[in-house]
């Protein structure tokens, strides 16, 4: 495995029709692919709007199966290009039971892995928990935070809300994770004013940046960008924030986008995490003889 | 409890001498008592220079008990002004065992807790594991992560390297710390280049942001300032980059110190916690099923 590894980003607007979307993602995966990527991030959902500002019964119909068309898409496309492209899709499990799936595909191998979405949210304009179930907890393919095995190395896939848990991170880097990636779809209600939408952006820019200095990781995130509508019009929509960025094992920006379309691309030099953590060896002291605790809902009355 | 607290810090160069360290201190916290402070906190082994740049077993007799004169002083002053104290000592529980412990001081109450460093850390110029034993796990007074009570709420205090590990700051969270309190005592190697030392600057502030954010509490950091020679003399020494903040529950920085002596101030408002953690729920979504990993070192082969 070469020392270097050329990692992508596609940061977009989508539309509600799927073709639309994936051929703008098409579009910056390729020309992602021809500037050297060998890894793709796409962002969460990219396939179609973010349709969880509502909850319809009938938004069932945009899921699919793990070897459905969006999977099939972008695995052709990892072959054609020979590389490793890590997508997200909407997942039909079974009738009545859905996820928030990331899938990679990797060069001539196809999918490769998946990672249902852990942790899920609940809030007005990202009703979350009507539309996907949890990924499961336990060991093997396809649950908890299991890196996935790839030409590239292991990636530490997780979804948009895991971002805000560190234990996420730290779980994916102890299973021994070369990159952590966040697929992402999240944005400011247009209400709020421009300070708290500044806080907003800043504290999840540094949450993120955050896992990659305690686990002396890179990091990488995509996030969509452009306005949609409340489909019940009762919001003004959300405003997607974009933002998204590579950042090194000490949490350094190496790229990043604003509001608008952007296909980020850096070199990253994989000996940087093993140098970062023989400087900053946080793993050499975890007092895991004292972290029982961290499997409790909340320590009453201590 | 009053909705507001007003939360100090004190940064500052030490000196051999701990009368001249503590005086400077004691200047430190009767300025910020003045401007109305309800809390201060001082800066990791604030009544001496850093003495771990070298393993020298005559530094054993700077240590003291939990009672020691230091904590006299700080109780003493914490009683006049009527305020909290959180200091920072050298102790010594018993010939041959050592700690880095910091020390509550209530008002009239004197010393209401303490808090044995969990996290050790051991590198060129940061010889600690030489010096201190690390905190006791497992629950009652002093052992753990267990926040401390005071008039002014629950305080979860923490020490130095603690601060690159999320797992202290949520089991402070957890257990139901109101704020998130960093003694520290870090700095540069003078022979990093320019862009290593910003680095490490950047990631060790945003790190200890990410725990104000992923936990919904406000942070306070103190660090020291000014250069302390290596008594080796086989480096450089160490140039502490002071850099001390305040910082609120969604990771906002609300005041920072530069590379000089700072007495800095923060009227917090405590409903923002709560608030904060209505739109960003992150305790209502942790996977408790899915992380008992956590107490392992390392998950191999998986």
Redesign the interface.
């Known amino acids: 495995m070469s020392m270097t590894l050329n990692v992508g980003l596609v940061q977009q607007p989508a539309w509600p029709d799927k073709d639309k979307s994936l051929t703008e993602s098409e579009r910056g995966i390729r020309a992602l692919a021809e500037r050297g990527a060998e890894l793709v991030l796409l962002q969460e959902l990219h396939a179609t709007q973010y349709f969880c500002q509502t909850e319809d019964t009938a938004v069932f119909d945009l899921a699919e199966p793990l070897d459905g068309p969006t999977t099939t898409r972008l695995a052709t496309l990892a072959r054609e290009l020979n590389l490793v492209i890590v997508g997200s899709i909407f997942e039909r499990r079974a009738p009545g039971l859905y996820h928030n799936t990331a899938v990679v595909l990797d060069r001539d191998k196809g999918l490769v892995g998946t990672y249902r979405k852990?942790?899920?949210?609940d809030?007005p304009g990202f009703y979350e928990k009507f539309y996907f179930t949890?990924g499961d907890?336990?060991?093997g393919a396809g649950r908890?935070?299991?890196p996935i095995e790839t030409s590239v190395g292991k990636l530490g896939v997780l979804v948009c809300?895991d971002q805000?848990?560190?234990?996420?991170a730290?779980?994916m880097a102890?299973?021994?994770a070369d990159v952590l990636l966040y697929p992402t779809a999240i944005g400011w209600d247009p209400s709020d004013d421009d300070a708290e939408k500044s806080?907003?952006k800043?504290?999840w820019t540094?949450?993120q940046?955050?896992h990659a200095?305690?686990n002396g990781l890179p990091v990488i995130v995509a996030n969509r960008v452009g306005h949609e509508a409340d489909p019940s019009g009762t919001s003004e929509g959300i405003r997607f924030w974009g933002g998204s960025f590579i950042a090194g094992p000490?949490?350094?920006l190496l790229a990043h986008g604003d509001t608008e379309t952007a296909h980020l691309l850096v070199s990253i030099d994989r000996s940087r995490s093993e140098s970062v953590r023989r400087?900053?060896?946080?793993?050499r002291?975890?007092?895991?003889?004292?972290?029982?605790?961290?499997?409790?809902?909340?320590?009453d009355r201590?």
């Open positions: 852990m942790h899920i949210p809030d949890p907890a336990g060991q908890g935070f299991a809300w805000w848990y560190p234990e996420a730290r779980l102890l299973a021994g806080r907003q800043e504290a540094l949450i940046r955050s200095v305690a000490q949490g350094e400087i900053w060896p946080y793993l002291d975890r007092r895991i003889d004292a972290y029982s605790d961290l499997t409790e809902r909340y320590l201590r």
